[in-house]
């Protein structure tokens, strides 16, 4: 049984999904977000540095976060939301009222605060492109964002881009889904007349370092099902992502001076070098691989002859697979250590999250209102799977589904990065017409 507000209701199924008429009764004129307002959201939103930050065990990772919060908070409260709050782990909360009455399932949608610290992501410089008329997009650092390199730009002819001068990332994900969000709520609340349920907001901190769902609490959304609004291009409904592990070898040396160094130094980052260089080049890496097949990411190394680590990214749709990936990396660690007896090395594998398709496949309802969304505003849909993963990912695990939607980001942790207005204004038309949906499972 399934919680409705007070009520408990058997699950939708498939022919609960038919009896949803086809055509959306949400006038069109009411769908059509401000773009104006989205754009400026946007443009302050990306201009508050929150980079996460892998090395601190602080939840969450970066000030910047917690200040991104409390700003979103203010807007919340400014728009009427009034349980709006951000929580003692800096999760931000709020819930925009139901507008129909009896039993409607609630709904989330969820975006993260945090950007990659993959590239720097401080004093972001937002450049507006109007009417995007093709070609390179040349940046004021002097990076280009060139149109051979980055196909997708054939499709945004005539739209208006956003872009970094260059420097830094734009932090399009997930700012792209926080703008969106936050002028979802927004158009909710100036338009009463619209349909809809609860709907449940919720912004994560320290998605990009794994630990977006670490203080989420499934019970707290009160909703059905959820969404995260994370995703590149217009009509992808991802409904499977990697599963994924991270991998940390330490190895332990021994140092001297140098020039006493013979017989004696053991030179662990000499081992770690080596233990990245082992692994295959021309598959099981990023570089070798796409579409379903997995892989082994050297993500990260520091160290010195005494000491040194290298921690590595294990991902695959086939969650056995990772058990494979992290024996592999135990296997040639030791090989090294055995060539080497005065060498000692310790592995740790943490899981980081799963393949949200392991259990979407016993909720589909989820995606398929999604998709039936997009049918209506006549945008083609297409079910993706991610080579990376999202908070839904987690959060289906814990039971809420999940799917991730798409909200125009492109070029994503890099200083190329550019993301499409006309598209997130379209995802904020699919979030309406999607709890409009949802509203109606309730009452029909």
């Not at 991730?404 to 038309?429: C, P, T, W």
Request: with cysteine.
């Amino acid at each position: 049984m399934i919680r409705f507000g007070s009520c408990f209701l058997e699950p939708p199924t498939h022919t609960v999904l038919e009896s949803v008429t086809p055509v959306t009764s949400v006038p069109i004129n009411s769908m059509i977000p401000n773009r104006d307002r989205l754009l400026e959201r946007f443009l302050q939103y990306v201009r508050i540095g929150s980079s996460a930050n892998p090395h601190t065990s602080d939840y969450p990772s970066s000030r910047g976060q917690w200040l991104l919060g409390q700003l979103l908070v203010e807007q919340l409260k400014g728009m009427g939301i009034d349980d709006a709050e951000q929580d003692e782990h800096g999760l931000v909360w709020g819930t925009v009222p139901a507008t129909v009455d009896g039993p409607v399932p609630t709904i989330l949608f969820n975006a993260h605060l945090d950007t990659s610290p993959e590239a720097p992501g401080d004093r972001c410089q937002p450049q507006v492109i109007e009417n995007y008329q093709g070609g390179d997009i040349p940046l004021e650092s002097g990076e280009v964002i060139r149109f051979a390199e980055a196909p997708e730009l054939s499709d945004l002819i005539g739209h208006t881009l956003i872009t970094t001068d260059g420097r830094t990332l734009l932090g399009g994900d997930d700012k792209a889904g926080v703008a969106a969000i936050m002028e979802l709520a927004h158009h909710f609340i100036e338009r009463p007349n619209l349909p809809h349920g609860p709907i449940r907001i919720l912004f994560t901190c320290d998605e990009e370092i794994g630990r977006g769902a670490k203080h989420f609490q499934t019970h707290r959304t009160k909703a059905i099902a959820g969404y995260t609004l994370d995703g590149g291009g217009e009509g992808v409904l991802d409904i499977e992502n990697f599963s994924a592990d991270m991998a940390t070898v330490q190895f332990r040396g021994y140092n001297i001076h140098p020039a006493l160094g013979k017989g004696r130094m053991v030179n662990a980052l000499r081992a770690a070098s080596e233990l990245v260089a082992s692994l295959p080049v021309d598959r099981l890496s990023p570089e070798a691989t796409d579409g379903r097949d997995g892989f082994i990411h050297p993500y990260e190394a520091t160290g010195s002859v005494a000491q040194a680590s290298v921690q590595f990214l294990l991902r695959d749709f086939d969650t056995g697979k990772l058990k494979e990936y992290g024996a592999m990396i135990h296997q040639l660690a030791q090989k090294i250590c055995e060539r080497n007896p005065k060498l000692t090395y310790e592995c740790e594998i943490v899981e980081q999250y799963r393949n949200m398709a392991d259990h979407l496949r016993s909720f589909p309802i989820a995606a398929d209102l999604a998709e039936q969304a997009y049918a209506k505003l006549g945008i083609p849909c297409t079910r993706g799977s991610i080579r990376g993963g999202t908070d839904g990912a987690q959060m289906t695990a814990m039971g809420l589904p999940t799917p991730n939607l798409s909200v125009g980001q492109y070029n994503i942790h890099s200083v190329k990065e550019f993301a499409s207005l006309d598209q997130m204004a379209r995802a904020v038309q699919h979030a309406i017409v999607l709890a409009e949906l949802w509203q109606a499972q309730g009452r029909s």
